[in-house]
Each structure stands twice: as structure tokens, then as C-alpha cells.
């Protein structure tokens, strides 16, 4: 009986991959420009890449194998790069940032640019901005932006750092009045920055207790790069799972720190020379910072749920395992209900969440523009927005990555599979920029406003719900529900738009008539389905964006979107059946499931979306540099590529580790004396 395989497994990765492009319809241009805003920021992109892939201080090969401190190092040294790279070609401050972004590594720049100087733009006054916006521009100085504590995070307002002001001599008093006062976890101040934005109570003259505020100060002298005097700066250590390697999360304490009265950021709120406070105009206003933030957040967790979803479906298109198809070989596991049921869906929220934080940010900006002129009128629907979505999309990308990671078996444990990284990095993002289950209560909060708002007239407002509130309005005129759903009604956006709207609208009417007793979970059940059901609103104009495409590309394309919808509405089956929004069977014998139809309907576009995975991956015009993954590889030569980096592992550079003499060889020679007494 012969021993030799049928098909050589490694050469049949190739082919699979080529045969996998090849039963594709889509085409990968015209989505890719869809996903990146158009041709001109793809091409933009795709320079830039070419650039930094081919330049030597952005290889990757080594950096698995590189401690902590050599990651940090690391890092600025790519950051560095950047900017030389930024003088060389003549980039643009937005096609730097774009440099920036396509890095997969955490940078401390990017909370200079993110946090930093997004906060000092908006909120500093004339003088502070005249005297140091454009070295912040230019990066002459480099921020961060101090606002958790050793004791305190997203309870802003317990913050214990005092800023006291002094009349007498027109400054600002910052301290650090306990060990628990500390700033804490401040990313780019352990080694790196130089000047920060401290949020700190600000204390007037007879102890009057104001609340925190942002002050704006120099941490390490610009000659040398050393602490400045009363002030205690340091590193907070490696981080979970080795994530956030490159940055140098930081702590701070302040012994009685003078500054000039000038460096509160008073852009709104301002104190007078004489100790007077002058109320800002709205009393979210310095919360700008995190909502430009959290807004942000989507669009990047929308790329990176597009990596693991491009590198699992990848690899599930070449791996082989399992029992024989028609044509004798093993069957791509791509193909069982178990692995497409958990990937596909992922690829929908990719393409979901990248579209929305694309919309999200250009709302962000026209807010801006609005507060500038004192214009508060967006700010509380941006802040409900953004909330939600922050919850929404690290608590999904959290969950997508360790899913993709897991469908790849095995292998996907390796650090060359290119996950572990992403995820290690992730996981933070459920509690910076507010602890997700704090935000949930804002969602519901908010909400709750909305809700006796509306009722608080007569007839009820209906006009006036804003787009986060609008499903609010199915309590005003309820539509008339089916009694069951086919397939043609699953296959139709509104539906599943329908019911998620619906849902949201009973579990905060449910909520608000049982304010005093509710269930443990209700916060994060109200805050989830309110938030779906404002993405729902908008995934609907997503499908009717897509009228300028070629028709094929807009059918799949609407596909992807209605797969999220599906998936969407079969996560909140428990609520809809609670609300009797879907109601059980009772036609015929016996006991049926008035569920089935969804799920068959999620089974049936996810078979429909299959042929077409690798051609959806690809428009994300992801390199294998940008990837990194030898699971993702685009030549689909996985087994090739895992061979290749294992030869790289330092420990393989001899034949005899170091250990053999220091701990292997006393073992066995201690095992084989024991060996030998047992025997006499």
C-alpha cells in the first residue's frame, strides 16, 4: 500500500488561493475604493506603503524576538523615520498621519497626535495658542495627555490632582496631594514627552472646589531631556500580554508645580485675575478630547476587524482539513458551517464599522467647527453617539479578534500568525477613554432623557429625536408587525432596521417605567440594543451609498451589509421574543421555532457571500507588510511562510542552547544517577 500523499499540501495552498480570486465576481478596485473614500486616498495609501515597506528601519521580521525596552526603542526610532521621511518627500501633515496609521505598532506619537494636541488646539486660549500651537505642529515639543489616576479613571470627577490658583502671583499651583493622586497609565510620559495637558481640580482662592480642569505644562527640560524640578515621572511597567510594548505608559507626581496663570486651557472656562470663575458655556465641554477619540475608534477598530478577518479567511481558504470532497481532497475549512458562521460575520462588521467611523468623524469635525463659535447645540448627541459606539466597537473588535484568532486552530496560536499581536494590543480599548461598562450607564442615561422628553409634551415630540434617539419614535406610531417573517422579509434591510429599532424602543420604555427596580444587566442590555439600533439606521444608508457602483459589486457589497443586520437582529432573539416583537408558532402540531427563519436566512448569505471572501478581503488593499502574518499571506503559500519564519528564531542560530550546559545537562545526569540507584 502506498505511503505517498495524494497532492503535495504545500503546493495546494497556492492553487486553492489562485482558484479562490479566480470564482470571485467581485471587483476588488471598485470596492477597495469604496472602503478607502475613493481612488486618490487609496493611491495616497498605497504610496506611502510602498515606501515604508521597502525602508529598512520598517522591517519586521525581527521584532518578535525584541524585549520591551528594544520595542520602545523600537518605536520612536520608526516614529523618527517618519518625520525624516516627511521632510524627504514633501508629505503633507495628513499624509504623515496617514504614515502613522498605517503602522501596526503602538507609537508614542499617536497620543500626541490623538490626545495632545487635539485638546490643546480646541480648547487652549489666544495667548497659549500663539505662543506654542505651531511648536506642538511641528513636534518641537511632544505631549501627552494626563488625565487617569493611580486611584481614579473614569470618575473624572474624583480626579484628586489640585491646580490651586494663586492671585498674587497670577499662577496655577498643580500637586499631587496622595499616592493615589498619581497620573497613571499616561501613555508617552514615562521617557518620551515633554509638556502635557493635566486634568486637575482647579481650587480658587478660599478652597472653593471647582472641578477638574485641563492645565497645560512643561514636564522635561527641552536641553537635555531631564525632569524638571518638584516633579516625579517614570515608566509603569510592562503591560498584559506585552501589549502597548512601544509606548511608555507613565506615572507622575506633583510637589506644589508653579505655572502661569496663561496655561490653563480656557479656551471655555476661565478664571480671572482676581479669582473669579467664568462658567463654560456647556458643562460637557471638556469632554472634547475623548469624544474626538472615541470617535476615531471606530474607524481604527473597523481596520484592524478587517486584518484578522482578511488573514483568518485567508488561511481558512487554504487549510485542509477533515474529511475528502468530491475531488478527493481534504475540504477547505472555509467550507463547514462552524468556521464561515464565525468569520463572514466578522468581515460584515469590518466593513460596517470603517464606513460609520468615516461618517462619525466627519460629524466630530462639524461639531468642532461649531464649538469654535461657541455653538454647543451638537455636543450632547456626539457625546450619546460616541459613547455607545465605543462600547460597540471594542467590546466587537475584542471579541473578532480572539475569534479569528481561534478559527485558525493551532497554528493561529503563533506569534507568526500576526493576531496575537493585534489582540494583546486591543483589549485596553473596553476601558481607556471611559470603562465600557460606565459608558453603557451614559448610553442609558442619555436615552432615558430622550425617552421623557418626547413624552413630556402633548402630542409627543416626535420631531424633534435626534438620529441616536430616533427609534424612539415606534412608540409614538407603532408599524404593524407580521406575524411571522420569510425568507423575501429577512432578504430586506428594513426588517432587520425594523426590529432593531423596535427592540431598543421597548427596553427603554421598559426601563424607564421600572427605574427603581431593574435587573443587574439592564445597562448594558438598553445601552447594546440603542446602540444597534443607530448603527442599523445608518448601515441602511450604507446600502443606498452604494448606488454608484457597478451592479454586481453593489449586490455583494449589500450583502455584507444585510449579513451584520441578520447578525445583529439574531444576537437580540432573547429581546424580540421577550417583546413578542417575533411571536412563537402556534399553527400546526407540535412545538416550532419561530426563530429558524433568521438563522437560515444568516446560514444562506453567508453561503451566497463564500465565493466571494477573497475578493472582499482583498479590497481592503491590505500588503503582506501591512499584515505581517505568514497565516495571511497573499500567495496563500501559508506552510511556506510559517517554515521560513521559524528559521529566524535566534534560538535555531545553534545547534546546543546556552541552557545545555547551565540546566539541561545536570537534569539528565542527576535522572540518569537516579535512574541507576533504582535499579540496585
Known amino acids: 500500500m502506498s505511503t505517498q500523499p495524494l497532492y503535495d499540501v504545500n503546493e495546494q495552498t497556492g492553487i486553492d488561493m489562485s482558484n479562490a480570486r479566480a470564482s470571485s465576481t467581485v471587483a476588488v478596485e471598485s470596492v477597495r475604493d469604496f472602503l478607502h473614500h475613493g481612488r486618490d486616498e487609496w493611491l495616497a495609501r498605497s504610496r506611502i506603503v510602498n515606501i515604508l515597506k521597502n525602508d529598512p528601519v520598517f522591517d519586521k521580521s525581527q521584532r518578535e524576538f525584541l524585549?520591551?525596552?528594544?520595542?520602545?526603542?523600537?518605536?520612536?526610532?520608526?516614529?523618527?523615520?517618519?518625520?525624516?521621511?516627511?521632510?524627504?518627500?514633501?508629505?503633507?501633515?495628513?499624509?504623515?498621519?496617514?504614515?502613522?496609521?498605517?503602522?501596526?505598532?503602538?507609537?508614542?506619537?499617536?497620543?500626541?497626535?490623538?490626545?495632545?494636541?487635539?485638546?490643546?488646539?480646541?480648547?487652549?486660549?489666544?495667548?497659549?495658542?500663539?505662543?506654542?500651537?505651531?511648536?506642538?505642529?511641528?513636534?518641537?515639543?511632544?505631549g501627552c495627555y494626563m488625565q487617569t489616576e493611580l486611584g481614579h479613571g473614569t470618575n473624572v470627577s474624583r480626579l484628586e490632582t489640585t491646580a490651586t490658583f494663586i492671585p498674587e502671583s497670577q499662577e496655577f499651583e498643580i500637586h499631587s496631594p496622595t499616592l493615589t493622586s498619581s497620573k497613571w497609565w499616561i501613555g508617552a510620559l514615562g521617557k518620551t514627552a515633554?509638556?502635557?495637558?493635566?486634568?486637575?481640580?482647579?481650587?480658587?482662592?478660599?478652597?472653593?472646589?471647582m472641578g477638574p480642569h485641563l492645565f497645560f505644562m512643561q514636564l522635561r527640560s527641552l536641553d537635555d531631556h531631564k525632569v524638571l524640578p518638584n516633579i516625579i515621572i517614570g515608566d509603569i511597567g510592562p503591560k498584559s500580554g506585552s501589549g502597548y510594548a512601544p509606548t511608555d505608559n507613565g506615572f507622575a507626581r506633583f510637589?506644589?508645580?508653579?505655572?502661569?496663570?496663561?496655561?490653563?486651557?480656557?479656551?471655555?472656562?476661565?478664571?480671572?485675575?482676581?479669582?473669579?470663575?467664568?462658567?463654560?458655556?456647556?458643562?460637557?465641554?471638556?469632554?472634547g478630547g475623548m469624544l474626538y477619540i472615541r470617535a476615531n475608534m471606530v474607524t481604527g477598530g473597523g481596520w484592524l476587524i478587517a486584518k484578522a478577518a482578511t488573514v483568518a479567511i485567508r488561511y481558512a481558504t487554504v487549510r485542509r482539513q477533515g474529511e475528502r470532497g468530491p475531488d478527493g481532497l481534504e475540504k477547505q475549512i472555509i467550507s463547514y458551517p462552524s468556521v464561515y458562521y464565525r468569520l463572514l460575520p466578522i468581515l460584515s462588521r469590518a466593513y460596517m464599522f470603517i464606513h460609520l467611523g468615516r461618517t462619525l468623524t466627519t460629524a466630530f469635525d462639524a461639531m468642532a467647527g461649531r464649538l469654535k463659535q461657541g455653538d454647543t447645540s451638537l455636543l450632547a448627541e456626539m457625546h450619546a453617539t460616541t459613547s455607545g459606539l465605543k462600547v460597540y466597537v471594542s467590546?466587537?473588535?475584542?471579541?473578532?479578534?480572539?475569534?479569528?484568532?481561534?478559527?485558525?486552530?493551532?497554528?493561529?496560536?503563533?506569534?507568526?500568525?500576526?493576531?496575537?499581536?493585534?489582540?494583546?494590543?486591543?483589549?485596553?480599548?473596553?476601558?481607556?477613554?471611559?470603562?465600557?461598562?460606565?459608558?453603557?450607564?451614559?448610553?442609558?442615561?442619555?436615552?432615558?432623557?430622550?425617552?421623557?422628553?418626547?413624552f413630556a409634551s402633548k402630542p409627543p415630540a416626535v420631531a424633534s429625536l435626534t438620529p441616536s434617539s430616533a427609534y424612539l419614535r415606534h412608540l409614538v406610531n407603532p408599524p404593524t408587525i407580521p406575524a411571522s417573517f420569510s425568507d423575501k422579509d429577512w432578504r430586506d434591510p428594513a426588517t432587520s432596521i425594523l426590529l432593531l429599532e423596535l427592540r431598543a424602543a421597548f427596553l427603554v420604555h421598559e426601563h424607564a417605567q421600572n427605574a427603581l427596580e431593574t435587573d443587574a444587566s439592564a445597562n448594558q442590555r438598553v445601552s447594546k440594543a440603542v446602540t444597534e439600533s443607530f448603527v442599523a439606521a445608518q448601515v441602511g444608508g450604507m446600502i443606498n451609498s452604494l448606488s454608484s457602483?457597478?451592479?454586481?459589486?453593489?449586490?455583494?457589497?449589500?450583502?455584507?451589509?444585510?449579513?451584520?443586520?441578520?447578525?445583529?437582529?439574531?444576537?437580540?432573539?432573547?429581546?424580540?421574543?421577550?417583546?413578542?416583537?417575533?411571536?412563537?408558532?402556534?399553527?400546526?402540531?407540535?412545538?416550532?421555532?419561530?426563530?429558524?427563519?433568521?438563522?437560515?436566512?444568516v446560514k444562506a448569505v453567508c453561503e451566497e457571500l463564500l465565493p466571494e471572501?477573497?475578493?472582499?478581503?482583498?479590497?481592503?488593499?491590505?500588503?503582506?507588510?501591512?499584515?505581517?502574518?505568514a497565516l495571511?499571506?497573499?500567495?496563500?503559500?501559508?506552510?511556506?511562510?510559517?517554515?521560513?519564519?521559524?528559521?529566524?528564531?535566534?534560538?535555531?542560530?545553534?545547534?546546543?542552547?546556552?541552557?545545555?550546559?547551565?540546566?539541561?545537562?545536570?537534569?539528565?545526569?542527576?535522572?540518569?544517577?537516579l535512574a541507576a540507584q533504582a535499579k540496585l
Open 194 to 209: 515633554t509638556h502635557g495637558v493635566v486634568q486637575a481640580k482647579l481650587i480658587l482662592p478660599g478652597g472653593k472646589d
Open 395 to 454: 467590546s466587537n473588535g475584542v471579541q473578532d479578534l480572539e475569534t479569528a484568532r481561534r478559527s485558525m486552530g493551532g497554528h493561529g496560536f503563533s506569534a507568526f500568525a500576526g493576531l496575537g499581536r493585534l489582540y494583546a494590543d486591543y483589549p485596553p480599548s473596553v476601558t481607556y477613554e471611559g470603562d465600557n461598562f460606565v459608558l453603557d450607564q451614559q448610553v442609558v442615561r442619555a436615552a432615558l432623557k430622550s425617552y421623557r422628553s418626547l
Open 67 to 142: 524585549g520591551r525596552t528594544q520595542k520602545y526603542e523600537r518605536g520612536l526610532a520608526l516614529t523618527n523615520r517618519i518625520y525624516e521621511l516627511q521632510v524627504i518627500h514633501g508629505w503633507s501633515e495628513q499624509q504623515t498621519k496617514l504614515a502613522i496609521s498605517v503602522l501596526d505598532e503602538q507609537l508614542s506619537i499617536s497620543l500626541h497626535n490623538v490626545a495632545f494636541q487635539p485638546v490643546f488646539m480646541l480648547k487652549a486660549g489666544p495667548t497659549l495658542l500663539k505662543k506654542y500651537a505651531h511648536l506642538i505642529a511641528t513636534r518641537a515639543i511632544f
Open 613 to 629: 471572501a477573497i475578493g472582499l478581503t482583498d479590497a481592503f488593499g491590505f500588503t503582506d507588510w501591512d499584515l505581517d502574518s
Open 632 to 673: 495571511g499571506v497573499y500567495n496563500g503559500k501559508v506552510y511556506e511562510a510559517l517554515w521560513e519564519r521559524a528559521k529566524a528564531e535566534p534560538l535555531n542560530k545553534t545547534e546546543i542552547p546556552a541552557a545545555y550546559e547551565a540546566s539541561i545537562k545536570p537534569i539528565l545526569e542527576r535522572g540518569r544517577k
Open 255 to 287: 510637589n506644589r508645580v508653579r505655572i502661569p496663570k496663561e496655561n490653563m486651557l480656557s479656551g471655555f472656562a476661565q478664571v480671572t485675575d482676581e479669582g473669579k470663575y467664568l462658567q463654560p458655556p456647556h458643562a460637557k465641554l471638556s469632554y
Open 549 to 601: 457602483m457597478p451592479a454586481k459589486d453593489r449586490v455583494t457589497v449589500s450583502k455584507v451589509f444585510l449579513l451584520y443586520l441578520l447578525t445583529a437582529v439574531e444576537g437580540g432573539l432573547i429581546d424580540l421574543l421577550s417583546f413578542g416583537v417575533i411571536r412563537p408558532s402556534t399553527s400546526g402540531p407540535g412545538v416550532k421555532d419561530s426563530t429558524r427563519s433568521v438563522r437560515l436566512s
